[in-house]
């Protein structure tokens, strides 16, 4: 479609800006670019809100000042936010005629990250799915199968969904208790003393946890949607290495029975008891706390690593020049705690810290220089990525949250405040 008159009148929210022609074709904004190549009335209503072809003018139903702000950047080349305007609805103007984020000036451009960053939350595709399929439409009896297999899966995954599922969790809360009690109180001495007389108690106590624990897994098992991606679960796999050790442990002393074989195989028993261990996480399940630490550290896995890495270097660097300071200089009096350098990371590592447990210490004025240094470099450096994983934990425990009242269908008040 040819444009009629030499100038097009560009209104923008009762705003209007007259533009020549020729100077719509190479517009830096594309949404206005793109109506020199509409070849009919409807293309150019595809792209523009109205038309008025006798007035050549053409309506975008859009924020009047954000464009204005827009239309600075096309003169000066400078984009900034709209004074007392939401970053967020000055980026979608910026999307809808063209602009990307990188186009903002430096300080913008930071504002608008730290904005969607904040408000930014994530739903994984499976709670999506499953918001879907419960409030879909379907066949009367696959409906009504989906939904109980439904409703039975957010009692054993979701411990605030209902009140049955809330009674699950804290009968589960419980034995993880008592399995916790009773396999720290075996390590006593007096335990070990008077385990002849309470050693069927003790089983029997073990064994109806461990009971609970495998009908829990098997039932979460069988009522999941994907089987493959419940295996794949991190909670899940700690569940089956927390039960496993018991079995293997049963089988290995049925097996060898109350000989010799049993005592060499005393250590492989012990180690798989220790296993247990791995019940506590359990309560990750049930607890906002432990689900946002666990998120945090899976979504700052690059901030972990920039820390160990900055850990790493400033150890092999003071590491050295302790062991040079303390020990290599002089051979004859050195200090023999610095005898090597990997002896002497234990010191660079527990100094950085700030643990000092005083197993080991300089005891030369330069040595004594360069653990000051060690000290103050370790608390610059632990610092560092240290607001970055408070951010992500903090949106982490507001997704959760955000999340947990989503399942339940009301979110609170202090929530939406």
Known sequence: MKLGKSVCIINVGGTKYPLPKDVIKDFPLRRVSRLHNCASEREVLEVCDDYDRERNEFFFDRHSEAFGFIMLYVKYGKLRFVPQMCELSFYNEMVYWGLESSHLEFCCQRRLDDRMSDTYTHFPEEDLKAEEDFTGEDEPERRGDSKWLEMMRRTFEEPTSSVAAQILASVSIIFVIVSMVILCASTLPDWKTAES?????????????????????????????????????????????????????????????????????????????????????????????????????????????????????????????????EHGLDLEVGNEDYASIPAACWWVIISMTTVGYGDMYPITVPGRVLGGLCVVSGIVLLALPITFIYHSFVQCYHELKFRSARITRSLSVEFIN
């Not at 706390?289 to 998120?295: A, E, P, R, V, Y």
């Open 197 to 325: 007389n309470v050693v069927e108690e003790h089983r029997i106590i073990e064994a109806v946890c461990i009971g609970w624990f495998t009908a829990e897994c098997i039932i979460r098992f069988l009522v999941s949607r994907d089987k493959c991606e419940f295996v794949r679960r991190p909670l899940n796999i700690i569940d089956l290495l927390a039960i496993t050790p018991y079995y293997i442990s049963v089988a290995m002393a049925t097996l060898t029975g109350e000989n010799s074989q049993l005592q060499r195989a005393g250590v492989t028993l012990r180690v798989l008891r220790m296993m247990r261990i791995f019940w506590v996480i359990k309560l990750a399940r049930h607890f906002l706390g432990l689900q946002t630490l666990g998120l945090t550290l899976r979504r700052c896995y690059r901030e972990m690593v920039m820390l160990l890495v900055f850990i790493c270097v400033a150890m092999a660097i003071f590491s050295a020049l302790a062991q040079l300071l």
